[in-house]
């Protein structure tokens, strides 16, 4: 079962009527720099992750932000049966949600080396707690008062092209695509826009290593650009604030000169 949430910097009155978002995998990386973009626009924020020291600490970094801290494995049903209940609970409602908890799993791995209790960690990461995420959000878009919301999955460059040892990640992210489509095609009778951004080399700590040298698919090691997670963060919060009667359905964003266009 999920731990008790921790409630950081609680609204006042003024704040009543602001946008309310899940962010999954908001400890780190580009889900945390997605929160901060969010919780400085005036947003309210549940912020989901494994670890609620991590939480805690992006919380932390906009002062007066209106953020709630829930300590959440997207794998288990429960955990985001009570992620969900309690941002309701809290917020009263549900604007947004981003579903971007994912894990790529042991890197470097040949297929025919990859245990299947690795393949099955990522895929009930990265899949499944995709899944029961914009299920819950789905639900509660569907019934609420007004009725609508919007789901911005987290694909990958990967989505479209993998990298060498990738199966477990590369199997999810384009079985991620088929969630975002069939999910933005029950959604629109109940005004739920789904959509998807397809990141590549944000600098983040799951992308260090890009700078120091990433496997290519000629068998070659070669350091790859990054970018700024920052303006990941501002492109899903352009999407995020659309209209509902529009929708980006697929983004694509990545450092300019990454090898992806031909892998090369």
């Not at 209106?66 to 009263?92: C, I, K, Y």
């Not at 739920?192 to 290519?216: C, E, F, K, Y």
């Amino acid at each position: 079962m999920a731990d008790p949430p921790v409630r950081c910097d609680p609204m006042d009155d003024t704040q009543r009527d602001t946008r309310i978002a899940v962010v999954t995998g908001a400890g780190s990386g580009i889900g945390r720099a997605v929160a901060v973009e969010l919780l400085r626009a005036g947003w309210s924020v549940a912020l989901a992750g494994r670890r609620i020291e991590t939480l805690e600490e992006t919380a932390g970094l906009v002062p007066g932000g209106a953020a709630l801290a829930v300590r959440t494995d997207v794998s288990r049903p429960e955990d985001v049966a009570a992620l969900f209940a309690t941002t309701v609970e809290r917020f009263g409602r549900l604007d947004l949600l981003f579903n971007n908890a994912g894990t790529f799993g042991p890197g470097g791995v040949p297929v025919e080396e990859l245990s299947y209790d690795a393949w099955r960690h990522v895929v009930d990461t990265n899949l499944n707690g995709a899944f029961l995420c914009a299920q819950a959000a789905y639900r509660q878009m569907k019934e609420q008062d007004p009725q609508g919301g919007r789901i911005i999955n987290n694909g990958s460059i990967s989505a479209h092209t993998p990298r060498p040892h990738s199966v477990a990640y590369t199997a999810t992210k384009h079985a991620l695509t088929g969630l975002t489509k069939s999910l933005s095609l029950d959604g629109r009778p109940y005004r739920i826009a789904v959509g998807q951004i397809d990141i590549g080399n944000a600098a983040t700590d799951m992308t260090s290593r890009m700078q120091t040298g990433a496997l290519q698919a000629n068998g070659s090691v070669v350091p790859e650009p990054v970018m700024d997670v920052a303006d990941v963060a501002r492109t899903v919060r352009h999407m995020a604030e659309l209209p509902l009667e529009a929708n980006v359905q697929f983004a694509t964003v990545l450092a300019t000169a990454m090898p992806y266009v031909g892998r090369g």
